[in-house]
């Protein structure tokens, strides 16, 4: 009996042709033909069309004359981006230090602690992204949960290009610090400190990318 071409639905290919466009594998400027993504898969066109819908509505991709193609960013755009992470992410902060229940604070307590101990760059960029999903998640707004999503996925397509500096130890140190008052400001339930606090340190690690994507030459125009 024939083999049938496989069935799996759009989200299990949304989520495989992201995770390559969101670790690099698959960079800006690549151009994805849904035809061959259907054949790579085995799959028929429609579930690979419908995840390439939703990675344009992520801001992930955008429509080119053969199919589609990895959206590429200007350092204008790239900043546009960090400016709307801190205007969402200091709102989070501030929800989370006016909404957190105690076990959304144990989260993000063994989080950090977890961090603090840490040694390895992987794992330590790895937890600092968990310490932020939960603070978003004690901040019970899903709204800013769900576009700070997608804003940190576009931001993740050019992490290789400011890895070095990022992943510096003077910056991974301030970063514990600064995460450490904001932490603070949320025990306390102190929403403007933590709002002010989770501002001046998006605003740090924005002028630290920036500098780095400037010095790399590598945002695409």
Same mark, same amino acid.
Do not use: F
């Given at each position: 009996? #024939? ?38 898969? %085995? =799959? ?15 801001? @992930? =991709? ?7 193609? =990895?959206? #590429?960013? *200007?350092?204008? $755009? ?8 801190? #205007?969402? +992410? ?35 960029? +790895?937890?600092? *992204? ?15 949960? $769900? ?14 290009? *400011?890895?070095?500096? *990022?992943?510096?130890?003077? %910056? ?40 780095? @994507? ?8």
């Amino acid at each position: 009996m #024939a083999t049938s071409r496989g069935s799996g639905g759009a989200g299990s290919h949304y989520t495989r042709i992201r995770q390559g466009i969101v670790s690099g594998q698959t960079p800006p400027g690549t151009v994805l033909i849904p035809t061959a993504l259907s054949t790579q898969y %085995n =799959v028929s066109r429609t579930p690979v069309r419908e995840a390439l819908i939703r990675l344009e509505q992520d801001g @992930l =991709v955008e429509q080119a004359t053969r199919g589609y193609v =990895v959206r #590429a960013r *200007t350092p204008e $755009e790239i900043l546009e981006i960090c400016e709307a992470r801190i #205007a969402l +992410e200091s709102a989070a902060a501030e929800a989370a230090a006016a909404h957190r229940t105690e076990l959304d604070l144990a989260r993000l307590v063994h989080v950090h602690e977890s961090t603090v101990e840490c040694t390895d760059a992987a794992e330590l960029r +790895e937890l600092n *992204t968990q310490w932020h999903v939960a603070l978003r998640e004690a901040g019970h707004n899903a709204v800013i949960a $769900e576009l700070m999503d997608r804003l940190d996925a576009q931001l993740k397509v050019y992490d290789s290009h *400011t890895s070095s500096a *990022t992943d510096h130890p003077d %910056n991974l140190g301030l970063i514990l610090d600064e995460h450490a008052g904001i932490l603070d400001a949320v025990r306390r339930r102190d929403p403007q400190t933590a709002r002010d606090r989770m501002v001046a340190h998006q605003s740090r690690t924005r002028d630290l990318r920036i500098g780095a @994507l400037a010095r790399s030459g590598r945002a695409m125009s």
